[in-house]
T-cell receptor, first 112, second 117 residues
């Protein structure tokens, strides 16, 4: 079974731009969660989707948004990028969120 | 409200000696608890999980954790450390916040394990 895939793996943007990251979950998994990992703040929960519905959201500004498609693939978007958005963005999928989450390799976003 | 506290940011042990990584949590529901490991430049890998079955949970690579509800703890242990265990370890709680239909997953700040030869 293929694991969780995330594209792109690396991304460099400048302040004020927007970015879209993509996550393809393990086949059959309907729950997708997104996390931001930084040295200072650690791993922080962004949001969780199940069957195309956002069921929970972390404490991030409205510039961070996401969606899930009918095939369970998910995207997250960050608008008006700030330097502090530089981070590793991780996606995880599971059958349901309390099940084991399988993590993708992450997208390393650098904002200049 | 949910929270996860990993009591040590760094732990250093000698190869062959026991490992103890401490984790305390708070939860308003019946949580699922996990330990994940992250090796440098690698993804997160599940070590073990607790979901209200046996309180002593065995995971991969010789790790185990004991759920103690009275102490709200979920400490990770291993009898004998190996050099390959050097990594960052995360204690995780997944819970349903009051008033919401979904679950929220909270990661602890992480404990970096150093293993000396």
């Amino acid at each position: 079974k293929a694991g969780v895939t995330q594209t792109p793996r690396y991304l460099i943007k400048t302040r004020g731009q927007q970015v879209t990251l993509s996550c393809s979950p393990i086949s059959g998994h309907r729950s997708v969660s997104w996390y931001q990992q930084t040295p200072g703040q650690g791993l922080q929960f962004l949001f969780e989707y199940f069957s195309e519905t956002q069921r929970n959201k972390g404490n991030f500004p409205g510039r961070f948004s996401g969606r899930q498609f009918s095939n369970s693939r998910s995207e997250m978007n960050v608008s008006t990028l700030e330097l502090g958005d530089s981070a590793l963005y991780l996606c995880a999928s599971s059958l349901k969120v309390t099940d084991t989450q399988y993590f993708g390799p992450g997208t390393r976003l650098t904002v200049l | 409200a949910q929270s996860v506290t990993q009591l040590d940011s760094h732990v250093s042990v000698s190869e062959g000696t026991p490992v103890l990584l401490r984790c305390n949590y708070s939860s308003s529901y019946s949580p699922s608890l996990f330990w994940y490991v992250q090796h440098p430049n690698k993804g997160l890998q599940l070590l073990l999980k607790y979901t209200s079955a046996a309180t002593l949970v065995k995971g991969i690579n010789g790790f185990e954790a004991e759920f103690k509800k009275s102490e709200t703890s979920f400490h990770l242990t291993k009898p004998s450390a190996h050099m390959s265990d050097a990594a960052e370890y995360f204690c995780v709680v997944s819970d349903r916040p009051e008033g919401t239909g979904g679950f929220k997953t909270i990661f602890g700040a992480g404990t970096r394990l150093f293993v000396k030869a």
